[in-house]
């Protein structure tokens, strides 16, 4: 084997653990989930929701095709056309796959008017996209022409945008320490030497980078300035993480927009009874869960922890007649929530260098002793954990699970 072939590739990974496959069928870049991806997928998409829902974030939902007429107000038509898929209706209208979701946002926002005791309005949303990559551009599930967004918008007032940042920060450091992840900070900034390339005057750029600094500053940490690195419509802060073969990723990102408020007139209004431009924070934790998950499998090496697991233990009985006990131990932990599966073929060296190539975390094996002492073996990936009763077994996975260790 050579050394290229050594290193972790989420393609290989992920078809060893039965995550996700590409067919010439459906097409170069569009990846099909299987029952264990899709696990996977929900649970990363269910963590992010659960830090979103206690700051206040509600779920929203929206169609993946759109009419021109929202991207050209959105200043993305002129900006993106040539990366859009379109779609020319029977009558004639021209639509597009959506390659982001943030102009549909808008359209959610504006649907009546907000007193300002109403905001921030903070909205939330999984979906996919789409972009129309070169085909030689495509790469595994790191560049694909579908991918989902774990998406997020707040609507909020300018003196607002300060606090609202810091919540997304905090879900930020939470989401990435969970998988051992260390963080750069990066202020992506526009350049003042292309302004073609950006919407909006200087004034409003300015104040909005300022903002940005401001924010870093209070949170106290070092960062570096990435000049042109901005979004087209408002500066960023992204967040670059270091995996364990020392590659950095550009991984999560909170922009500050005072430009689409302003092109769909979104407002609020105040406490003089005025209408006031709210500003609008675009924020993904994990940016594009395809992606992430490229980086996450390959950082991991395919070892995902216990709760991310899409099969958490591998419960292996010696031979045929342990097998009767070995279901029993299989239903007492698919009762206790735990993902498990039963493998009584083969012969059992073999089952347990298969549980291993899964990259299963925990099996469980049962024999002659452990029927007998109403036991099992517990072994993990570090090795043997020793003979257990069954409860504690329960127990110490709950626990694991519970505290996303």
């Not at 300035?225 to 500066?235: I, K, Q, R, S, T």
């Not at 407002?267 to 395809?290: D, F, L, P, W, Y």
Request: aromatic content about 8%; hydrophobic content about 35%.
């Amino acid at each position: 084997m050579s050394d290229k072939d050594a290193l972790p590739d989420h393609r290989r990974l992920g078809q060893e653990l039965d995550l996700f496959v590409f067919s010439d069928l459906v097409g170069s870049g569009l990846p099909l989930w299987t029952p264990r991806g899709t696990l996977l997928r929900n649970l990363l998409d269910d963590y992010v929701w659960e830090m979103r829902k206690a700051r206040g974030y509600e779920k929203v939902e929206i169609p993946h095709i759109t009419k021109k007429e929202l991207y050209e107000t959105s200043g993305h038509w002129d900006k993106f056309k040539d990366d859009l898929f379109r779609i020319t209706t029977r009558e004639g209208h021209e639509f597009a796959m959506k390659p982001m979701n943030c102009p549909h946002h808008t359209q959610i926002y504006a649907r009546r008017p907000w007193s300002y005791r109403e905001i921030p309005q903070r909205y939330a949303n999984s979906t996919m996209c789409y972009r129309d990559e070169q085909s030689g551009e495509l790469n595994g599930l790191s560049r694909v022409r579908a991918f989902t967004q774990d998406d997020a918008h707040v609507f909020c007032r300018e003196p607002q945008a300060k606090e609202e940042f810091l919540k997304i920060w905090d879900i930020i450091e939470e989401f990435y320490g969970t998988f051992g992840f260390n963080l750069k900070i990066r202020l992506s900034l526009h350049d003042p030497k292309e302004p073609d390339k950006y919407l909006g005057d200087k004034k409003r750029w300015t104040a909005a980078e300022r903002t940005l600094t401001d924010i870093a500053k209070e949170r106290g940490v070092e960062s570096s300035m990435g000049v042109g690195e901005a979004a087209f419509y408002g500066p960023k802060v992204d967040f670059m993480a270091e995996d364990s073969l020392g590659r950095e990723w550009q991984v999560a990102t909170i922009q500050l927009d005072l430009n689409m408020p302003e092109r769909f007139d979104l407002t609020c209004v105040n406490e003089k009874g005025e209408k006031e431009r709210v500003v609008m924070i675009h924020a993904a934790i994990m940016g594009s869960i395809e992606r992430f998950l490229s980086i996450l499998l390959e950082h991991l090496d395919g070892k995902l922890p216990t709760w991310l697991s899409p099969v958490q233990v591998a419960v292996l009985p010696v031979s045929e007649r342990h097998a009767p006990y070995a279901a029993q131990i299989l239903e007492g932990l698919q009762q206790a929530g735990i993902r498990a599966e039963i493998n009584a073929d083969d012969p059992l060296g073999k089952r347990i260098r298969e549980s291993k190539v899964k990259k299963i975390p925990y099996t469980i094996v049962v024999g002659d002793e452990e029927m007998s002492a109403k036991t099992a073996t517990l072994e993990g990936r570090t090795g043997k954990l020793g003979v257990l009763p069954i409860a504690d077994i329960v127990s110490k996975l709950e626990e694991e699970i519970r505290n996303r260790a």
